[in-house]
């Protein structure tokens, strides 16, 4: 099968997120059994019990291959089920890490992560993979229609579920106004779709599947302000009931999460909701005050071009 990235800027796929979609989308039969060969995975046909919907670091240590430090030092938190967790912090400082590490991309070194209060290493992957969901910025999209696309979550979904996870996602009008709607090829020529959009079909899939946990890495720049409503709308729907761990790029998206935890090299240096952040007046407290000062400008320059 044939297999197209369609992130924003043309972006580089990135090997460890086609794994993961490969995988959520139940086409990496052949790379799991290649792992399970390898011994670095738990047989499927016995699911490991998982006492609920959370998420747990616990004193998490990990670096990759080659590189000459590590990508995280004791990371532990805890994300309570049908929660929100948002991970912030500068570009580089490990977020994405602990998302791969959530669906198992890679292994902690020292420490343990676990779903439902098990190790993720003792649950076999299709379990792990039958409980999250995953939505990242290279948003993998296959050659093929929407309709198909979207079925990969869940192949005996309904029109009917189809079109109300698109509506959901904020994504069915966009998708209608395809020449050929629903049976659109995604990325020929003429079905472009934006940042936004992809990553609105994204969380059309999530939904579709229904798990109770999703790992999202927020879209970013790309998403103009029409399209920024239609994802924080998507978001919010895909948020209610779940245990989510979301990386946050625009604060503003998280200010009512349940805890923020700040990564800075590695290390979680500060946790806890918005408003404690904020008088905690660390390094939390200065990215949104560099946040209100970028979003001021934008919004200055909207209002300026909207003045004749
Ligand atoms: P951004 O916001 O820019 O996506 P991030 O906070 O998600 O950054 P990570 O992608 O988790 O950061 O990276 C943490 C550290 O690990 C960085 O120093 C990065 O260079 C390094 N790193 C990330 N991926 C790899 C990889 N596949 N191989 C080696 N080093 C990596």
């Not at 011994?39 to 699911?47: I, N, R, S, T, W």
């Not at 190790?119 to 296959?142: A, G």
């Not at 948020?239 to 979301?246: A, C, K, L, M, S």
């Not at 503003?252 to 990564?263: F, M, P, Y």
């Amino acid at each position: 099968f044939f297999v197209i990235g369609l992130g924003y800027g043309g972006s580089v796929v990135k090997l460890q997120d086609f794994a993961a979609q490969l995988t959520v989308l139940s086409y990496g039969a052949q790379l799991i059994n290649e792992l399970k060969d390898a011994g670095e995975l738990p047989e499927a046909g016995h699911d490991a019990e998982l006492r609920d919907a959370s998420v747990e670091f616990s004193d998490v240590t990990f670096s990759y291959d080659g590189a000459d430090r590590d990508a995280l030092t004791g990371v532990t938190f805890h994300a309570a089920p049908s929660t929100v967790t948002a991970l912030v912090g500068p570009s580089g400082a490990g977020k994405s890490t602990v998302a791969r590490l959530i669906c198992r991309f890679f292994d902690a070194r020292e420490g343990a992560v676990l779903v439902g209060g098990t190790d993720v290493k003792e649950i076999p992957f299709s379990q792990l993979m039958r409980h999250v969901s995953f939505v990242f910025q290279e948003t993998f999209l296959f050659d093929d229609t929407v309709e198909a696309n979207l079925r990969l979550a869940k192949p005996d979904a309904t029109d009917a579920d189809l079109e109300a996870a698109c509506r959901a996602a904020r994504a069915h009008e966009f998708v209608t106004a395809l020449p050929d709607g629903y049976q659109s090829r995604i990325g020929q020529h003429g079905n472009r779709l934006s940042g936004g959009e992809l990553q609105r079909l994204a969380i059309a899939r999530a939904l579709l599947k229904g798990t109770d946990i999703v790992v999202l890495d927020e879209a970013t720049a790309f998403v103009d302000p029409e399209n920024e409503v239609a994802l924080q709308a998507a978001i919010d729907t895909l948020v209610t009931d779940r245990t989510v761990i979301i990386i946050a790029h625009r604060l503003s998206t998280i200010t009512g999460a349940d805890q923020i935890l700040v990564v800075d090299d590695g290390r979680i240096t500060e946790c806890g909701r918005h408003e404690d952040l904020i008088s905690a007046d660390c390094l939390y407290a200065d990215m949104w005050r560099a946040f209100q000062s970028t979003e001021r400008i934008a919004l200055g320059e909207a209002v300026h071009k909207a003045d004749p």
